[in-house]
């Protein structure tokens, strides 16, 4: 695992963060948690209410959908 190195992806990234989380620094969040090497088109870091794990758990769930849902729209190619 620690050989791995992930290729670049070709299509924007959307990264979702823990808004609860305090110990993510002003670097980490501009290089997208680390996903920054591998999106190559870019990245969308969003912030959701809760903790790591209370994100998918009411009523934060809600907020998550509701950001997922705009994302799959925006790559629905009807």
Excluded: K
Excluded at 8 to 37: H, I, K, M, N, Y
Excluded at 43 to 71: C, K
């Amino acid at each position: 695992m620690e050989r791995y190195t992930p290729d670049p992806l070709a299509t924007p990234l959307t990264v979702f963060r823990a808004g609860d989380d305090l110990f993510d620094s002003p670097e980490a969040l501009t290089q997208g948690l680390g996903w920054a090497p591998v999106a190559a088109a870019g990245f969308e870091l969003i912030e959701v209410p809760g903790s790591h794990l209370s994100i998918l758990q009411e009523p934060n769930v809600q907020d998550m959908a509701r950001h997922m849902t705009r994302i799959m729209q925006r790559s629905d190619p009807q």
